[in-house]
C-alpha cells in the first residue's frame, strides 16, 4: 500500500505562486510515475501534470504550460508541484496519484494510490 499527502495549497491572489507537494510512504515511492489532477466546483477530475519515476519525462495540461513545473525528490519520496502565475481558473483540490495501469497519464482511472487533497484558491 502506497500512502500520499498532500500540502501546500491556500488562497493566493492572481499571478502569486504556490508549491504543493506530495509525501509518499509505504511501497516503493521511486518505481511510480505520479500524476497531479485538479477539480473545479462542479466539474470533473482534471489531469494536470505527470512525472516518470525517475523524473526524466514530464507532461502538463495545456492550460498551464509554461506556468506549473513538476519536479520529484525520490530521497524523500516527495513530488512537488511548482505553480506559477496562478489564475483564478486554477481554483481547485489538487490531488496527487500514483499511476499502477495503462493509458494516457491524464485519465484518472489508470491510477491506484490518491492523496486527499489540498485546496488551492485564486481570487481575481
Known amino acids: 500500500q502506497l500512502q500520499l499527502v498532500e500540502s501546500g495549497g491556500g488562497e493566493v491572489q492572481a499571478g502569486g505562486s504556490l508549491q504543493l507537494s506530495c509525501a509518499a510512504s509505504?511501497?516503493?515511492?521511486?518505481?511510480?510515475?505520479i500524476g497531479w489532477f485538479r477539480q473545479a466546483p462542479g466539474k470533473g477530475r482534471e489531469g494536470v501534470s505527470y512525472i516518470e519515476p525517475d523524473g526524466s519525462s514530464t507532461d502538463y495540461t495545456d492550460s498551464v504550460k509554461g506556468r506549473f513545473t513538476v519536479s520529484r525528490d525520490n530521497a524523500k519520496n516527495t513530488v512537488y508541484l511548482q505553480m506559477n502565475s496562478l489564475k483564478p481558473e486554477d481554483t481547485g483540490v489538487y490531488y496527487c496519484?500514483?499511476?499502477?495501469?495503462?493509458?494516457?497519464?491524464?485519465?484518472?482511472?489508470?491510477?491506484?494510490?490518491w492523496g486527499q487533497g489540498t485546496q488551492v484558491t485564486v481570487s481575481s
Open positions: 496519484a500514483a499511476k499502477t495501469y495503462g493509458g494516457d497519464w491524464y485519465q484518472d482511472w489508470g491510477y491506484d494510490y
Open positions: 509505504g511501497l516503493a515511492f521511486d518505481g511510480y510515475p
